[in-house]
């Protein structure tokens, strides 16, 4: 059980901020909000992740709702690499690693 | 580059083959990890280990044997496959300490059972 929900696919255009959501309403307090993607046939590559205040690194930033319920990834000017497969994923560091299906970001000129 | 290598990143074996993928992590961490992810699937977490010692095995067939000689290595031994375990087999690793553990994976071996 992954115990999160995102969208299948998404399309953003070029040099556009892309905002993938992920909802995540069963989260526990102890629980971090974690972000992955991966290019075609490469390794996941960690993003970000945070616990209930908002992240930015620079690759991207996290949103995360009061209620933690639910949160955003923002990559603020999308290019033709950032491509991918994202996964939100929720655990703490006892749980194991669970990628669900993710969603599928495609990136036009 | 994360910092996590594997080789070789393509290998096409005979169903009768012996053949091993070789992990190794350049990050420190000590805890490193197997995965499979086959053709439209999500990854499968197959082994952990921590500290070189092995913490979990995913009811994982023993036509794979891993084997973790140190912090910094992990091997993954392949014997008598079976097609169905063609896939990308990934490697990765973390530092586990206090309430935060990152994942680092490297780019994954291709495999293609015949």
């Known amino acids: 059980d992954a115990k999160t929900t995102q969208p299948t696919s998404m399309d953003c255009a070029e040099g556009r901020a892309a905002n993938l959501p992920c909802n995540h309403s069963t989260i526990s307090g102890n629980e971090y909000v974690y972000w992955y993607r991966q290019i075609h046939s490469q390794g996941p590559q960690y993003i970000i992740h945070g616990l209930k205040n908002n992240e930015t690194n620079e690759m991207a930033s996290l949103i995360i709702t009061e209620d933690r319920k639910s949160s955003t990834l923002i990559l603020p000017h999308a290019t033709l690499r950032d491509t991918a497969v994202y996964y939100c994923?929720?655990?703490?560091?006892?749980?194991?690693?669970?990628f669900g299906t993710g969603t599928r970001l495609q990136v036009f000129p | 580059e994360t910092g996590v290598t594997q080789t070789p990143r393509h290998l096409v074996m005979g169903m009768t083959n012996k053949k091993s993928l070789k992990c190794e992590q350049h990050?420190?961490?000590?805890?490193m990890y197997w995965y499979k992810q086959s053709a439209k699937k999500p990854l499968e977490l197959m082994f952990v280990?921590?500290?070189?010692?092995?913490?979990e095995n995913n009811s994982v067939p023993s036509r794979f044997s891993p084997e973790c000689p140190n912090s910094s290595h992990l091997f993954l031994h392949l014997h008598t496959l079976q097609p169905e375990d063609s896939a990308l087999y990934l490697c990765?690793?973390?530092?586990?300490?206090?309430?935060?553990?990152?994942?680092?994976f490297g780019p994954g071996t291709r495999l293609l059972v015949l």
């Open positions: 994923i929720v655990r703490d560091n006892t749980d194991k690693l669970i």
């Open positions: 990765a690793s973390s530092q586990v300490e206090g309430n935060q553990e990152t994942q680092y």
């Open positions: 990050l420190g961490h000590n805890a």
């Open positions: 280990y921590n500290f070189k010692e092995q913490t």
